[in-house]
């Protein structure tokens, strides 16, 4: 079997179970939404149009699931220092990212600690994340698997 190689920051052999990740708050604007709607093709008119959002029962624009993931995801790539250590990540969407039309937009605050270490010849350990907005739980289920240097 062979084992990719990563440029992990982070040891294994530095890594404790309950080990906390540098938390981060990611502001997320309506001009956020449209750039990643463009970047993504993702064009459904929850994401930007207000009147359209409300309309099919929402309580405002939405942001894109996708992007609510990639930007919790960040905490573990920053600090482990390498995007491609991430070798499985996974989310169940709880409950959407409201983001009103005004200047401060909504912040998505990601926490996470490292819940198991799973292999130690493999250096991998699973991460917990916890993506919260306006008090409430975003993602459930929100866990990463990330091999360590």
Request: hydrophobic content about 45%.
């Given at each position: 079997m062979t084992t990719s190689s990563t440029t992990a920051q982070v040891r294994y052999?530095?890594?404790?179970?309950?080990?906390?990740?540098?938390?981060?708050?990611?502001?997320?604007?309506?001009?956020?939404?449209?750039?990643?709607?463009?970047?993504?093709?993702?064009?459904?008119?929850?994401?930007?149009?207000?009147?359209?959002?409300?309309?099919?029962?929402?309580?405002?624009?939405?942001?894109?699931?996708?992007?609510?993931?990639?930007?919790?995801?960040?905490?573990?790539?920053?600090?482990?220092?390498?995007?491609?250590?991430?070798?499985?990540?996974?989310?169940?969407?709880?409950?959407?990212?409201?983001?009103p039309n005004d200047d401060e937009g909504a912040v998505i605050e990601v926490s996470a600690k490292v819940a198991a270490k799973l292999d130690d010849d493999a250096r991998t350990v699973r991460v917990d994340l916890l993506a919260k907005s306006a008090d409430q739980k975003v993602l459930g289920m929100s866990r990463a698997v990330v091999r360590l240097g």
């Open positions: 052999a530095d890594v404790e179970v309950g080990t906390e990740l540098p938390a981060q708050s990611f502001p997320v604007t309506r001009a956020t939404l449209v750039r990643y709607a463009g970047a993504s093709g993702d064009f459904n008119p929850i994401h930007w149009n207000e009147k359209f959002a409300k309309g099919v029962g929402l309580p405002d624009v939405i942001a894109h699931g996708m992007f609510t993931m990639a930007e919790a995801i960040r905490v573990v790539t920053d600090w482990v220092g390498d995007p491609a250590a991430v070798t499985e990540y996974g989310v169940r969407f709880t409950k959407p990212v409201v983001v």
